[in-house]
């Protein structure tokens, strides 16, 4: 699966779009985007997929580049309890998932 | 609706000893996984099921023992427990290995 960089932190304003970037300039046409975070204590918690068109849930969205080599997770309104390690992940249908370091988001009120 | 729930979710035991970590799921999925997490390695595979009666090792599979008899158990065995398993292990499930769904986490300490 390829490989992802993610920004090691960054802050947010309480009520503004978190906009979270991930770079995977070698992934391949059958590999997914996958994003999870991990609030502090507990266990990783899926937020959103997708493979290259964007995708949107309720709790964010996704805009993956046309050439699919960089992404961009937004959570639209941050809130307190969106603190927490946003990891995103690439891989191919049935593969495993792996984790990297995530990029630690802090929601300042 | 109880999705994926662990126990204990706190352990401590003695080196040596043998502890098994439960995993339980109610959503019938077919893939079940273990992972561990310490500081500064983030999260790593340990185990993995793809049906009942069928496991795989992951990325440190060393020193654990897994069995899937029934699809929503996957208990997880440290045959005899060293302190460097000291960690927080989350079971996860998913229907066709793509989105996983995590449980709330078991904090091990070994003494």
């Known amino acids: 699966d390829a490989k992802t960089t993610q920004p090691t932190s960054m802050d947010c304003a309480e009520g503004r779009a978190a906009n979270l970037p991930c770079n995977h300039s070698t992934i391949s046409g059958n590999e997914y985007v996958y994003w999870y975070r991990q609030i502090h204590s507990q266990g990783p918690q899926y937020i959103i997929h997708g493979l290259k068109n964007n995708e949107t849930n309720e709790m964010a969205s996704l805009i993956i580049t046309e050439d699919r080599k960089s992404s961009t997770l937004i959570l639209p309104h941050a809130t307190l309890r969106d603190t927490a390690v946003y990891y995103c992940?690439?891989?191919?249908?049935?593969?495993?998932?792996?984790f990297g370091g995530g990029t630690r988001v802090l929601v300042k009120p | 609706d109880a999705g994926i729930t662990q126990s204990p979710r706190y352990k401590i035991t003695e080196t040596g000893r043998q502890v098994t970590l439960m995993c339980h799921q109610t959503w019938s999925h077919s893939y079940m996984f273990w992972y561990r997490q310490d500081l500064g390695h983030g999260l790593r595979l340990i185990y993995y099921?793809?049906?009942?009666?069928?496991?795989d090792k992951g990325e440190v599979p060393d020193g654990y023992v897994v069995s899937r008899s029934k699809t929503e158990n996957f208990p997880l065995t440290l045959e005899s427990a060293t302190r460097s398993q000291t960690s927080v292990y989350f079971c996860?499930?998913?229907?066709?290995?793509?989105?996983?769904?995590f449980g709330p986490g078991t904090r091990l300490t070994v003494l």
């Open positions: 099921s793809a049906a009942a009666d069928i496991t």
């Open positions: 996860a499930s998913s229907l066709w290995a793509d989105t996983q769904y």
């Open positions: 992940i690439v891989k191919a249908a049935g593969n495993k998932l792996t």
